[in-house]
Structure formats: C-alpha cells, structure tokens
C-alpha cells in the first residue's frame, strides 16, 4: 500500500506519525497544567476563608478571658466582654456570606451552622451560667472552630501545598498559630479567673500545667515550621523572622506568668488585668503573624498561580509553532521535489515534440537539481552537434553542383571531370576524378560482380534496416526507463531515510515513556508503603488511648478503694470514740489511715486529669493520622492514574514505532529493490544502446553498400567494355532505351 503513494504522500504520513508522540505529551502537559491551575485556584479560594476565620479564632479567646473573669466577680473585664463579643459577630457575620457562596460546593454548611448556632446560644446564656461551663463552652466552640479551620484547608488542598514554602507557611496558618493561640488564651483565661477568685484548685492547676506545655510544644512546632520555610525562600527571613521572634517572646511572657503566679507561688499576687492584657497583647501579635503569614501565602499562589498560566499559554504557542514550522517544512520539501520533476518533464515534453531550445529550470541544488543542470548540459551539447540550415542548403548546393557535374558519366561518359572547388565538396570531386581515371581500369572487373552482389546487398539491407529500426526504438524506451528508474530509486532513498529518523524519534519517545512509566509506579510503591506506616502507627495511637482508658478504669478503681478507705476510718474513729481511753491509740491510726486516703483521693484527681489530657492529645494524634492516611490514599489514587495514563501512552507509543519501523523496513526494502532494478535496466540499456549503434552502424554500411550496388549495376548496365578489357580500346556508348 505505502508503495503506491506519491511522494508527497508518504511525506505526510511520515511527519503525521512523527508527530503524535508530540501531541500526546502536549496534551499531558496541557492536562497537568489545568489540575495546578485549578488546586491553586482553589487554595486561593480557601485564603478567603483565612483572614475572617482569623478574627474569629482572635476574638473569641478574648470573649472567653472576659466572661471568665466577669463571672467570677471582676465587673472592671464588662467593656473588654462587650468589645470581644461585637467583633465575634462581626467574624461570624463575614463567614456565613462567605458560606452562602462557596459552603455547598466544599460541604461545609453544616458543620458552619452548628457553630454559629452555639455561638448564638452561648450569647443568651451568658449571664445565666458559671465561670466554669462558660469556658467549657468558649473551649469547645473554639476547638470546633479550629477544626471547621483545618477542614477548609483540606478541602481546598491548602493544606498539602507541593511547594515547601506555602506548605510550611500554610501549616502554621492552619495549625501552628491557632493551636497556640488557643492555648495561650486558655492560659489567659485560667489566670483571669483564678486571679479573681485569688485561689486556684489542683485539677486546674493541672490543667494549667498541661496547658503550659502544651502552649510551649505548639510555639516550638510553630517556630520549627517558620523556619523551615525560611530555609526554603531566604525572602521570607527577612519579612517574618521579625515578627516571630516577637510573638514567641511575648507568648513564653504569659507562659512564665502563669508558671510563676499559678504553679509555684503559693499566694496569688497578680491582678486578672494582668492575664488579661498579657494574653491580649500574645494574641495580637500571633494574629499579626498570622494576618503577615496569609498575606505572603496569597502572593506566592497568586505568583504560582501566573506562572502556570503563563508556562501554559508559552507551551501551547511553542507546540503550535512548531507544528506550523514543521507542515510548512514539509510543504517546502515537497513543493521543491515537485516542482523540480514538473519543470523536468515538461521539459522532456518539448523536446518531444521537436523544440531543441527548451531547457529545465533549477529550482534548488539538491539531487534533482544536479539532474536538471545535467540535462541541460546536454541538450546544449546535443544541440552544438545538429548541423544548422543554412549549412544543410549549402552543403546540398554543392552537391547538387557535383552531381550536375558527374552526370554524364552517369549516362555513360567517362570522359568528363567534375570541377575541384573549395567547398566540402571540392575533395569530393578531386577524389572523383580520381575514381574516375581509375575506374576506366576497373570498370569491366566490377560489371561481372555487380549483378551477384546487387542481389545479396538487396536482401541484407532490407534485413538490416529493420534490426536497426527495432534496436532504435528498443534503446530509447529502456534509456526512458532507465531514467525514470533512477529518480523513482532516489526518491525511495530519501523516503526510506527519513522514515529511519521518524523510527529514530518513535523509539526515544518510546524510551521516554517507558522511563516515566517506571518512576510512577515507583512512586505508587512508595506511596503505598508510608500509607501500610501511618496505618501501623495509626493502630498503635489507638492502642494507646485504649490503653489511657485502661489506665483511667484502674484509676477509678483506686479512686474507690480511697473512698472505701475514708469510710473505714471514719467507723475505726468512731469505734476508738467509743473505746475510750483504750483506743486514743487506734483513733491516731485512724487520723493517718484518712490522711492517706485524702492523699490518694488528690493522686486520683490528678491522674486523671492527666489521663484527659493525654486521651485528648492521643485523640488529636489519631484524627491526624487518619487525615494523613486520607491524603496519602489520595496521593495513591493520583499516582495511579498517572501511571495508567503513561501506561496507555507506553502503549500507543510502542504502536507508533512498530509502525514507523515497519514503513522504515518496506521503505528500505524497496529502495534497495529500486536500485537493483535501475542498475539491471541501466545495465540493459547500454546494452541495447551499443547494439542499437552497431546495428545503425552496419544498417548504414549495408544500405551505402546496396545504394551503391543498385548504381554501379544500372551504370554498368549502361557500358560496354572491349573483349580484352584494356584502357586503348576506349569505350563505346550503349544505345539509350
């Protein structure tokens, strides 16, 4: 089939081939392209969400400090109440407008509408309530708004950011600051509170210690993750380092308030005031880092965000570009071949039909433009060796002269000369007249051969004359093919070693696929070993909050052996009462059997406020890691799309090159077939030609040879020679017919 296409045929379905690995990878980048731009476009719809979540997260620590210390009797806390609350529902006004829009389409509207249906209803019940369900109630509203926070940064992949930079920035934005604002405002808030009652209990004093670490953990994690991106973009040091520092200076200042104050004095001396605006002044600078952090976050999507779209439209022009260069190449290429072989063949058509002056023109200086100067030469050679008219006339002038002159020894009179002059024809007459002397000698031996050759030189003529004729149209039909042979085997060249380099670029395309292919599948591999990981340590977590609920069973279990205990020594002081003198003695073991329980009963708060605290962290843990397993599943699922897609491109890759080869093998095999058959037909041809020459060679002898016979026998028929044959004896005249 691929051999009977024309040229320009073949051209095309070369270059289609060649450029369907080409398409197909632009098609990919285009695709990967889209996904970046739409995962930024959507981390950048979910930084609309930040900057109000922020006052939110800011103000409602503020309203909780507040309300603690109003209701624990501090009136002087009532403005800063007020002032918190108005900008709390300035907060949560803006996010439901933002909810209306965008809540649906993320699946947030729920979880958005219980927390400003609490919010509402902690409002109303503030001055019904305690210290201690109103910060209950402020802490649990916070988590959940904290969760409602992190929930948008998953949902809007603001949270798994590829860029190290925004991704460090981003957890600190989502995680690192808000935790740790949400626990310095607790800190805040116990300190108000306890400050106001001027006395702090042990279970909250240890949750304040609890709080204290774990405030100093989500500063160091914040600090880490800050820096971390630091070392990634050197242009955020100088812009954030500043403010970091700060906000964790101020922040370990309410921390070592609080240490100093809550856990080690014995008497409390500071005033609410002072937690307060120490907790105020913390919050405001986390937030300002925060409010900075978001800032710089939105201009590195919004720069990634135009890169994207700029590489996009960039890689799209360079692809169209070069599929216009390389169609206007191949229309160049095979308008210069065709145009060329036009030119030529129009050329061999004049000649044709006998216009000597037609010459090729040259259109480029390849192959075929070498064929058509070459031509060209020769037909100007050819042409120089025709003899022109006015020759042809002069030359037959001087013949005719000549042969007026020698007519009458046509007719028999021997005794006439033709006249020697300078013409071409003038040796002919001198070499005539020298025939002539000597033909009176020989005359009468030529009449008796005469008539047996005549009829010999008759019959071979005819004979020769048609070999001669069939060897002239035999040679110039296989000089025709010869030289059509020869083209058609250079074109098949050409075609074959482009299809070789078509071949060449299907297999690196091939090997390019192949490569990519293997790496997807490693990273598939990788990703599913770190999701069996977190799944392990997933199970572990659990096993240990199992365990902290073990451990909290035991400790009720001790908490009821101290209360079994106090009852046993409250009846042992009863019975020494009633022993009397007799048991003082058992009445003081008594005292100290409820000294310890008491004791006991202080451990078991403890521990269990302890194993709260550790329940709650373990609980955060293993929401984490259930987070981090989704993602991971997730980033499997991408992974192996993208390894069934480069699996489908290996695919139509190896289908390109078995076809590519299969057109470079029948290409190869029908140049090679070409050359052998112009070699055999050039061969002939010049064969046929040498025959062809030698047979117009001997047809002219012969036909020289008949003519003259056919003469010399109808002159010889006209003398009459003497019966001895000698030159005295003259010559008589035979009587005309």
Same mark, same amino acid.
């Given at each position: 089939?691929?051999?009977?296409?024309?040229?320009?045929?073949?051209?095309?379905?070369?270059? *289609? =081939?060649?450029? &369907?690995?080409?398409?197909?990878?632009?098609?990919?980048?285009?695709?990967?392209?889209?996904?970046?731009?739409?995962?930024?476009?959507?981390?950048?719809?979910?930084?609309?969400?930040?900057?109000?979540?922020?006052?939110?997260?800011?103000?409602?620590?503020?309203?909780?400090?507040?309300?603690?210390?109003?209701?624990?009797?501090?009136?002087?806390?009532?403005?800063?109440?007020?002032?918190?609350?108005?900008?709390?529902?300035?907060?949560?006004?803006?996010?439901?407008?933002?909810?209306?829009?965008?809540?649906?389409?993320?699946?947030?509207?729920?979880?958005?509408?219980?927390?400003?249906?609490?919010?509402?209803?902690?409002?109303?019940?503030?001055?019904?309530?305690?210290?201690?369900?109103?910060?209950?109630?402020?802490?649990?509203?916070? $988590?959940?708004?904290?969760?409602?926070?992190?929930?948008?940064?998953?949902?809007?992949? =603001?949270?798994?950011?590829?860029?190290?930079?925004?991704?460090?920035?981003?957890?600190?934005?989502?995680?690192?600051?808000?935790?740790?604002?949400?626990?310095?405002?607790?800190?805040? *808030?116990?300190?108000?509170?306890?400050?106001? @009652?001027?006395?702090?209990?042990?279970?909250?004093?240890?949750?304040?210690?609890?709080?204290?670490?774990? *405030?100093?953990?989500?500063?160091?994690?914040?600090?880490?993750?800050?820096?971390?991106?630091?070392?990634?973009?050197?242009? =955020?040091?100088?812009?954030?380092?500043?403010?970091?520092?700060? /906000?964790?200076?101020?922040?370990?200042?309410?921390?070592?308030?609080?240490? @100093?104050?809550?856990?080690?004095?014995?008497?409390?001396?500071?005033?609410? @005031?002072?937690?307060?605006?120490?907790?105020?002044?913390?919050?405001?600078? =986390?937030?300002?880092?925060?409010?900075?952090?978001?800032?710089?976050?939105?201009?590195?999507?919004?720069?990634?965000?135009?890169?994207?779209?700029?590489?996009?439209?960039?890689?799209?022009?360079?692809?169209?570009?070069?599929?216009?260069?390389?169609?206007?190449?191949?229309?160049?290429?095979?308008?210069?071949? $065709?145009?060329?072989?036009?030119?030529?063949?129009?050329?061999?058509?004049?000649?044709?039909?006998?216009?000597?002056?037609?010459?090729?023109?040259?259109?480029?200086?390849?192959?075929?433009?070498?064929?058509?100067?070459?031509?060209?030469?020769?037909?100007?050679?050819?042409?120089?060796?025709?003899?022109?008219?006015?020759?042809?006339?002069?030359?037959?002038?001087?013949?005719?002269?000549?042969?007026?002159?020698?007519?009458?020894?046509?007719?028999?009179?021997?005794?006439?000369?033709?006249?020697?002059?300078?013409?071409?024809?003038?040796?002919?007459?001198?070499?005539?007249?020298?025939?002539?002397?000597?033909?009176?000698?020989?005359?009468?031996?030529?009449?008796?051969?005469?008539?047996?050759?005549?009829?010999?030189?008759?019959?071979?003529?005819?004979? $020769?004359?048609?070999? /001669?004729?069939?060897?002239?149209?035999?040679?110039?039909?296989?000089?025709?093919?010869?030289?059509?042979?020869?083209?058609?085997?250079?074109? &098949?060249?050409?075609?074959?070693?482009?299809?070789?380099?078509?071949?060449?670029?299907?297999?690196? %395309?091939?090997?390019?696929?192949?490569?990519?292919?293997? /790496?997807?599948?490693?990273?598939?591999?990788?990703?599913?070993?770190?999701?069996?990981?977190?799944?392990?340590?997933?199970?572990?977590?659990?096993?240990?909050?199992?365990?902290?609920?073990?451990?909290?069973?035991?400790?009720?279990?001790?908490?009821?052996?101290?209360?079994? $205990?106090?009852?046993?020594?409250?009846?042992?002081?009863?019975?020494?009462?009633?022993?009397?003198?007799?048991?003082?003695?058992?009445?003081?073991?008594?005292?100290?059997?409820?000294?310890?329980?008491?004791?006991?009963?202080?451990?078991?708060?403890?521990?269990?406020?302890?194993?709260?605290?550790?329940?709650?962290?373990?609980?955060? %843990?293993?929401?984490?890691?259930?987070?981090?397993?989704?993602?991971?599943?997730?980033?499997?699922?991408?992974?192996?799309?993208?390894?069934?897609?480069?699996?489908?491109?290996?695919?139509?890759?190896?289908?390109?090159?078995?076809?590519?080869?299969?057109?470079?093998?029948?290409?190869?095999?029908?140049?090679?077939?070409?050359?052998?058959?112009?070699?055999?037909? /050039?061969?002939?041809?010049?064969?046929?030609?040498?025959?062809?020459?030698?047979?117009?060679?001997?047809?002219?002898?012969?036909?020289?040879?008949?003519?003259?016979?056919?003469?010399?026998?109808?002159?010889?028929?006209?003398?009459?020679?003497? %019966?001895?044959?000698?030159?005295?004896?003259?010559?008589?005249?035979?009587?005309?017919?």
């Amino acid at each position: 089939m691929i051999r009977n296409l024309k040229i320009w045929q073949k051209l095309l379905l070369a270059g *289609a =081939l060649a450029v &369907i690995p080409v398409l197909m990878l632009s098609l990919l980048f285009l695709q990967s392209r889209n996904e970046q731009i739409a995962r930024t476009q959507a981390e950048l719809s979910g930084l609309e969400y930040v900057s109000p979540m922020r006052r939110l997260i800011e103000s409602m620590p503020l309203h909780r400090s507040a309300a603690n210390a109003v209701l624990s009797g501090d009136s002087s806390a009532g403005p800063a109440l007020s002032d918190a609350r108005t900008r709390v529902d300035a907060a949560v006004a803006e996010l439901t407008a933002i909810e209306r829009r965008k809540g649906r389409e993320l699946g947030t509207n729920a979880a958005w509408d219980s927390i400003r249906v609490r919010w509402e209803d902690l409002k109303l019940r503030m001055d019904s309530i305690s210290a201690e369900e109103s910060a209950s109630r402020h802490t649990q509203l916070i $988590t959940d708004t904290l969760a409602h926070l992190r929930r948008i940064g998953d949902l809007t992949g =603001l949270a798994a950011d590829p860029d190290l930079d925004t991704y460090y920035l981003a957890g600190a934005l989502l995680d690192r600051l808000p935790w740790a604002a949400e626990y310095l405002g607790q800190i805040a *808030a116990h300190g108000a509170s306890a400050t106001a @009652r001027r006395s702090i209990g042990a279970e909250e004093s240890a949750q304040v210690r609890t709080l204290i670490r774990q *405030a100093a953990s989500s500063l160091d994690f914040m600090d880490r993750s800050f820096e971390s991106a630091f070392r990634q973009n050197e242009d =955020l040091r100088s812009k954030l380092e500043g403010p970091v520092s700060t /906000a964790m200076n101020s922040g370990g200042y309410l921390r070592n308030l609080a240490q @100093r104050e809550l856990i080690e004095r014995g008497e409390i001396a500071a005033s609410p @005031r002072a937690f307060l605006e120490s907790g105020s002044a913390s919050l405001d600078k =986390l937030f300002k880092v925060h409010e900075m952090t978001a800032v710089h976050v939105r201009a590195l999507l919004e720069r990634r965000h135009a890169m994207l779209v700029s590489q996009k439209w960039s890689q799209l022009s360079w692809a169209m570009g070069l599929l216009l260069l390389s169609a206007l190449m191949a229309f160049v290429i095979q308008r210069g071949i $065709t145009e060329q072989v036009r030119s030529m063949s129009q050329t061999f058509r004049q000649i044709s039909r006998g216009d000597l002056d037609a010459r090729a023109e040259i259109y480029s200086r390849d192959e075929l433009g070498m064929m058509a100067e070459t031509t060209n030469v020769m037909l100007a050679n050819t042409l120089s060796l025709i003899q022109s008219r006015e020759e042809r006339d002069r030359i037959q002038a001087s013949i005719r002269k000549l042969l007026d002159d020698v007519s009458g020894v046509a007719e028999g009179d021997l005794t006439k000369e033709a006249e020697v002059t300078a013409e071409m024809t003038g040796a002919i007459a001198d070499a005539f007249n020298y025939m002539l002397a000597e033909l009176r000698t020989v005359i009468g031996a030529v009449q008796t051969t005469t008539s047996s050759v005549n009829g010999t030189a008759q019959k071979v003529q005819h004979v $020769t004359e048609d070999l /001669a004729g069939n060897s002239r149209q035999q040679s110039e039909r296989v000089r025709a093919a010869s030289q059509v042979l020869q083209s058609v085997a250079q074109s &098949i060249r050409d075609v074959a070693s482009r299809a070789n380099e078509a071949s060449l670029v299907a297999e690196n %395309a091939l090997a390019g696929a192949l490569a990519g292919g293997d /790496a997807v599948r490693r990273t598939v591999e990788g990703m599913t070993g770190i999701r069996q990981h977190v799944q392990e340590t997933a199970k572990r977590m659990k096993r240990l909050g199992e365990s902290s609920q073990e451990i909290g069973e035991i400790v009720q279990l001790i908490s009821e052996i101290s209360d079994r $205990t106090s009852i046993l020594a409250l009846n042992a002081s009863i019975q020494a009462a009633m022993a009397g003198e007799s048991g003082k003695g058992f009445a003081v073991v008594a005292e100290e059997v409820e000294r310890l329980a008491e004791r006991a009963n202080e451990a078991t708060r403890r521990i269990t406020v302890l194993i709260k605290s550790v329940q709650t962290e373990t609980t955060e %843990a293993i929401s984490a890691m259930e987070a981090t397993t989704r993602e991971v599943v997730e980033g499997s699922q991408i992974a192996g799309e993208a390894g069934d897609r480069l699996a489908q491109i290996e695919e139509v890759s190896r289908h390109i090159t078995g076809l590519v080869q299969g057109i470079s093998k029948e290409a190869g095999e029908q140049a090679a077939g070409s050359d052998r058959l112009a070699s055999s037909v /050039a061969e002939v041809s010049a064969a046929t030609h040498s025959a062809a020459v030698e047979a117009l060679r001997a047809a002219s002898d012969i036909r020289n040879l008949a003519t003259m016979v056919t003469e010399l026998n109808h002159s010889m028929a006209r003398f009459k020679v003497p %019966a001895g044959g000698s030159r005295a004896g003259g010559f008589v005249h035979a009587a005309a017919d």
